[in-house]
């Protein structure tokens, strides 16, 4: 074992360091556990960026260069901070067929943004799943995670406009 | 007397095949005996006639009047030849199509000017959003590459067509040659 | 723990339930938990403490009952009533029926054919048991085969019992699983491993994820027998990300398991020694391929690599590998307690057992239904499914997902099997299925999925990653009317290179949605070809016109 | 050393017999005898990908197209590399390239020293059949000596093996997926500010394109790859 394992020193001294350092020590500092440990700063932090993957990587003993191509090639993994709020419109099959191209029109529209964007103010970040598997509810959105069965666009607006501050 | 009825064509593109073309020296004696030159930029034509027989096209297709002139040509031509690498791959005028017309038009004429010159909008024509090579627009006979392509190479492909056969250019020159 | 003990929990579970067989189970499967299964539960423990049953009628979350479309379902015992569409303040009302006649307003026919025709093997215990209790599996018979394995045959038995079941892997490709794993257990090496491949990542199915929160036991009771059989200490559970609710259930059943000593050494009181871990993709497609997973699981990107060598061969960390899907580890219990044989009577001659469906789309049961192989479609989506809403037409059901394709009317009576589907020009795959009405334009679900597969390449291989891109623009042009008919003929070759050359699976199946539609729906391209129109109306075609086109 | 009798396998490649060691590929065998095989991904002394699907080849009895860079030769095996389909293929295979991203070949450095010009005239590429992409891809030039050219890779994926295997300092891999893929050096990062490039220039020469190159030479030189399976066999101490 090299001196260094486990040595890198995290970004900041942000508590939830630790929760990431937990994972990777959990798996002995392996190399295989990279994906593991990008999960759990993902959710601690809500997304990975520059410093936390080079602590990841140092840590784990990973190029650099490979711990960013794994970081982008999994699309579960953020780069870029998400909005206070998140909606997720499924675009799995059965959503699809049932309306989901037009309600994804309706939010970018209604929020001026495009998939995968955060609006200006941070407020809400918009982004497609290939399909959550509620397909007997299609078409459905998570609004925070939290699925909204049988969407159409009139409650597609009653529910963004919730998240407006008042 | 029955010479075939040949047409050179320049579109977007920097006159270099038409002065490889113009390379082939002496040969061009041997040709100007075997066809006719009905229309080209090396002489005096205003208008492309009908029933031409083979048209040699350099540059590719980048403007309005480009894609009315192609359609023009595809309709009065038989043999179309696509010439050099502009009117095969769009090349270098393709090079702006990664960017926005716009952006393009004010790189060029506002950027990079150091005396006013505004956008030109009657002179020039209006610019496609996207250059195309030729056979994107109209269908394309033969496809002779290269930037340019040799003056050896232009007389080959032009000799294989008078003695009506399609010339097979595979090694003969390639892109970029 | 030894077998005794184990049964001795058994049969504590099966006695208390004989005391008092008053019982409210709700479904708290992801559909109808969206449709707020859990408020519904909440009154009705609240209903129950506060009324005369107090103490003597639980209210226990269960699995799916697979009418997902009618959620959130509620069943009650010993009457066996089904309660559809129930809301929090139907509460009141259900609890005072238990002992009584059934609400009728709220009542479900058991008798439907959504029901009748079912066959339960995989989800024999879905909708019935808690998942979150171990004990509700060992009564429902749960790691008996296990048991059975480990103290009455030899590892070669448990693989004859599974070759002579006939079970092809339920991923999608068919596999014979006892073929497979014999493979396995016959390579030479010290170390091998098993992997659950649990990343179902078909738009428009849902069959693993539902086997996951309805009975996660089953499936590590599969794995086990498995390690057993090849000889691997050691299993994965690669699982999607986006299944929090099944990876928390999963993680309480390894906990549980562990608990009872059914996982980590001397399992059953034997020599046997076996582990699970789980894994999480993180929004892979292309993970479900064998050597995509494996290198996820070994924390690199999911690119798959030429094969051979086999995962059999040479998987896991370079060890020989065992790789089924959900489904074909959830089957292994049953066949090992009833016998290769009892399997090998169900359904057809080449594709034996049943197989678990997602119903989705434009069809009124939509849900989860496991049937025998080799009902035909029409009994599947007209009599089980209830056929197609709204008075609208069947024009196609989708299969297999982005590697299968459309099967239209004339099919109707083609028995579901692997070798049928596949003649039809689609495939079984993992067990979407996906109704579709003429309201739907086929070119542009062929469309979709090629946006899916080539937002899903891993960009390894230049057919693939560069093919996809060439045929979504072909797509694209096609459905917004700009297209000609020599864009079709390039389309058609690509779809023929691109199958022929890719490296793995997604890019040799990715034309397959546009063969089938080309090949049962040629005029609806031609269509918006030729007329510049959609017939569907779905496409808006001739709105968008690029200059110089 | 002669390898046992039992080591070498005799096979047919294109009705020529040919007989190689069993550890051999179809590749190696094909061109000990002196019978090309197309590739691009594959370099003698890096480890085989089998991505750019160049080498496909037909072997009896196989209803799939198989890899010759990194498909065993076997007893008996019959191999045909060159077929109709698989030209008609490996002609589609470098279009889908030349149309993926802006490959200009008459402005570009390696001009007449790039593989896949010479794989394209080799193949009989007159013009491009699929219209092109023109992605807007980005130049760095902030390395002290070198250039990468995002508009001219292919993605082969010589220069990450090259610099993982041989260099070890595994600078480059690829990043994102699919169409969007592209190669990277350390946390994407301008190449001149990599702490881990050893400015070795491996990469530069076993770049079959003009996406690496070295400054101030374009055009001048093409490029050196002789040294890897020198490198390669005295790793292994062969």
């Known amino acids: 074992m090299p001196p260094t394992l486990g040595k890198a020193s995290p970004p900041s001294e942000d508590k939830r360091w630790k929760i990431v350092a937990a994972t990777m020590r959990r798996h002995g500092f392996s190399r295989n556990a990279l994906i593991e440990t990008l999960h759990t700063v993902q959710q601690s932090f809500g997304f990975l960026d520059r410093p936390s993957l080079e602590y990841v990587a140092q840590s784990l003993r990973v190029p650099l260069s490979k711990a960013f191509g794994v970081a982008t090639f999994y699309h579960f993994f953020s780069l870029k901070p998400p909005g206070d709020h998140t909606c997720v419109i499924c675009l799995g099959t059965a959503c699809y067929i049932k309306g989901a191209p037009q309600l994804l029109a309706e939010v970018e529209q209604s929020l001026g943004i495009k998939q995968g964007e955060t609006t200006a103010d941070g407020h809400v970040s918009v982004l497609t799943a290939r399909c959550v598997g509620s397909c007997s509810l299609a078409p459905v959105a998570l609004f925070d995670s939290e699925v909204a069965p049988r969407l159409n666009a009139v409650e597609m607006r009653g529910r963004l406009a919730r998240w407006m501050p008042s | 007397m029955n010479r075939v009825r040949l047409a050179t064509v320049w579109l977007d593109g920097c006159s270099g095949c038409h002065m490889s073309l113009l390379d082939m020296d002496e040969r061009l004696l041997d040709l100007a005996d075997r066809v006719e030159l009905v229309y080209s930029p ?136 | 723990m030894t077998p005794e003990q184990l049964e001795q929990i058994a049969s504590e579970e099966t006695a208390a339930r004989a005391r008092n067989p008053r019982r409210l189970s709700v479904c708290m499967a992801a559909g109808c938990i969206s449709s707020n299964s859990d408020a519904v539960k909440k009154a009705l423990e609240r209903a129950v403490a506060g009324g005369p049953l107090k103490d003597a009628c639980p209210v226990t979350g269960v699995g799916c009952m697979g009418l997902c479309s009618r959620g959130p379902l509620v069943s009650t015992e010993p009457a066996g009533v089904l309660y559809q569409n129930v809301t929090p303040e139907d509460a009141g009302e259900i609890v005072g029926a238990v002992s009584g006649p059934a609400v009728e307003r709220l009542q479900c026919s058991r008798e439907l054919p959504f029901f009748k025709r079912q066959v339960g093997v995989v989800l024999e215990n879905s909708g019935q048991i808690n998942p979150e209790r171990i004990e509700d599996y060992l009564a429902a018979k749960g790691y008996a085969a296990l048991v059975q394995a480990l103290t009455e045959m030899r590892p070669a038995e448990v693989i004859e019992q599974v070759s002579r079941s006939g079970l092809r892997g339920r991923g999608g490709a068919g596999y014979p699983t006892g073929l497979k794993w014999s493979t396995v257990a016959k390579a030479r090496a010290e170390t091998r491993y098993v992997i659950c ?84 993709g993180a929004g892979a497609f292309v993970c479900g391929e064998e050597t995509a997973l494996i290198a996820s699981i070994e924390g690199g990107r999911g690119t798959p690599r030429p094969r051979p ?112 589907l596949a003649q039809a020009g689609s495939i079984m795959g993992s067990g979407g299925m996906i109704v579709m009405d003429d309201s739907s334009c086929m070119v542009d679900v062929a469309k979709y999925f090629m946006e899916f597969c080539m937002s899903e390449s891993c960009g390894k291989c230049i057919p693939c990653r560069a093919g996809t891109a060439q045929m979504y623009d ?57 007329e510049k129109k959609c017939p569907a109306g779905v496409c808006a075609c001739g709105m968008k016109q690029e200059a110089g086109s | ?155 082969c994926t010589r220069c990450v093996r090259v610099c993982d295997e041989v260099e070890g300092a595994h600078t480059w891999d690829v990043m994102s997926r699919g169409i969007g893929s592209m190669v990277i050096t350390d946390l994407h990062q301008p190449w001149g500010e990599s702490d881990t490039c050893t400015s070795c220039g491996k990469c530069v020469q076993v770049c079959p394109t003009g996406a690496l190159f070295e400054k101030g030479k374009a055009r001048l030189v093409a490029k050196s790859r002789d040294f890897l399976p020198y490198l390669a066999m005295m790793r292994e101490g062969k």
């Open chain 2, 42 to 177: 090396l002489v005096d034509h205003k208008e492309y006639p009908e029933d031409v027989d083979l048209v040699l096209v350099e540059g590719s297709v980048s403007s309005e009047e480009d894609l009315h002139k192609i359609r023009k040509i595809r309709r009065q031509s038989k043999i179309l030849i696509s010439l050099g690498d502009c009117a095969v791959t769009g090349n270098v005028p393709a090079m702006r199509n990664p960017f926005k017309t716009a952006e393009v038009l004010r790189r060029v004429y506002v950027e990079n000017v150091s005396v006013e010159s505004p956008t030109p909008n009657q002179v020039v024509p209006a610019l496609l959003a996207r250059v195309r090579p030729v056979h994107e627009v109209v269908p394309v006979d033969v496809f002779v590459p290269g930037c340019p392509p040799s003056a050896d190479t232009i007389f080959w492909t032009l000799t294989e067509l008078l003695e009506g056969r399609r010339p097979d250019l595979t090694g003969k020159t390639r892109f970029g040659a």
């Open chain 3, 197 to 280: 491949n649990a990343d179902e990542g078909d738009p428009g199915a849902f069959m693993d994820r539902s086997v996951l929160e309805s009975d996660p036991q089953r499936v590590l009771e599969g794995m086990i027998i498995a390690g057993y059989a090849v000889g691997a200490s050691r299993g994965y559970i690669y699982v999607r990300a986006e299944y929090p609710l099944a990876i928390a259930r999963l993680n309480t059943a390894i906990r549980q398991a562990k608990h009872l000593g059914l996982l980590g050494s001397q399992i059953g009181n034997t020599e046997f020694a076996f582990d699970i871990e789980l894994r999480l």
């Open chain 3, 309 to 420: 060598p086999y995962p059999a061969q040479a998987g896991l960390f370079g060890a020989p590998t065992l790789i089924n899907n959900v489904e074909t580890f959830a089957n292994i219990p049953p066949i090992i307690r009833n016998g290769g044989d009892w399997y090998a009577a169900m359904g057809t001659q080449r594709s034996k057992g049943t197989k678990v469906f997602a119903l989705t789309g434009k069809i009124n049961c939509t849900g989860l239904i496991e049937v025998p192989m080799g009902m035909s479609l029409r009994e599947i989506i007209f009599e089980v499914g209830g056929g197609v809403p709204e008075g609208r037409k069947f024009k196609a059901v989708q299969t297999g997902g982005p590697s299968g394709g459309c099967i239209p009317e004339q099919f109707l009576d083609m028995p579901v099997d692997y070798d049928s």
């Open chain 3, 474 to 530: 072909l797509l694209a042009k096609i459905c917004e009317g700009r297209a000609a008919l020599d864009d079709l003929a390039m389309l058609e070759d690509l779809c023929d290179m691109v199958k022929n050359t890719s490296l793995c699976g997604l890019g040799q199946s990715a034309p397959n949605p546009v063969l089938s539609t080309l090949r049962y729906f040629r005029d609806e391209y031609l269509a918006h070809i030729q």
């Open chain 4, 1 to 155: 050393m002669t390898p046992a009798v039992s080591d070498v396998k005799t096979l047919q490649i294109d009705g020529i017999d040919v007989s190689a060691q069993a550890d051999q590929t179809i590749l190696d065998a094909a061109r000990e005898k002196g019978l090309s095989i197309p590739t691009l991904c594959h370099l003698d002394g890096l480890g085989d990908v089998g991505a750019c699907r160049l080498c496909l080849v037909e072997i009896k009895g196989t209803s799939k197209l198989l890899p010759a860079c990194v498909t065993r030769v076997e007893e008996g095996m019959e191999v045909t590399t060159q077929s109709e389909r698989l030209l008609k293929y490996r002609r589609m295979t470098l279009e889908l390239l030349f149309a993926e991203r802006n490959h200009v070949c008459s402005v570009c450095v390696a001009n007449g020293h790039c593989d896949l010009q010479v794989l394209g005239q080799a193949h009989g590429l007159t013009h491009v059949q699929f219209p092109y992409r023109y992605p807007k891809l980005p130049m760095d030039a902030s390395h002290d000596r070198f250039v990468v050219d995002h508009n001219r890779c292919v993605l």
